[in-house]
Nanobody
Framework: VQLQASGGGLVQPGGSLRLSCALS????????IGWFRQAPGKEREGVSC????????YAAESVKGRYTMSRDNAKNTVYLEIHSLKPEDTAVYYC??????????????????WGQGTLVTVSS
């Protein structure tokens, strides 16, 4: 099982970015795929997740309205679109997957499979 996160980079405040998470298998091998971020010196934080079953999504209150997840089952890929980027969005972003949970698991311990992370830096 491999998850490959990509799409990070240096972005100016107010800009947008789309992160991708490509799965080696099918997205349907999992029940939920999530995105987490970890800023320097901080704990890993769950920001969004998507049900592979019905496409329902969850976004944390801290990012709601700016972060949007979507999935393309044909490409075995999920996406995280981030708009109106702020310096506090700077972090390494990880995608993770579980096939043991339903609903919207929000903590890192609920996911069994992890990608390597992609760095997002928001700075002028």
């Amino acid at each position: 099982v491999q998850l490959q996160a990509s799409g990070g980079g240096l972005v100016q405040p107010g800009g947008s970015l789309r992160l991708s998470c490509a799965l080696s298998g099918s997205t349907l091998d999992y029940t939920v795929i999530g995105w987490f971020r970890q800023a320097p010196g901080k704990e890993r934080e769950g920001v969004s997740c998507i049900s592979t079953i019905d496409g329902g999504t969850y976004a944390a209150e801290s990012v709601k309205g700016r972060y949007t997840m979507s999935r393309d089952n044909a490409k075995n890929t999920v996406y995280l679109e981030i708009h109106s980027l702020k310096p506090e969005d700077t972090a390494v972003y990880y995608c993770a997957a579980t096939n043991l949970k339903l609903g919207f698991p929000k903590t890192a311990g609920e996911y069994q499979h992890w990608g390597q992370g992609t760095l997002v830096t928001v700075s002028s």
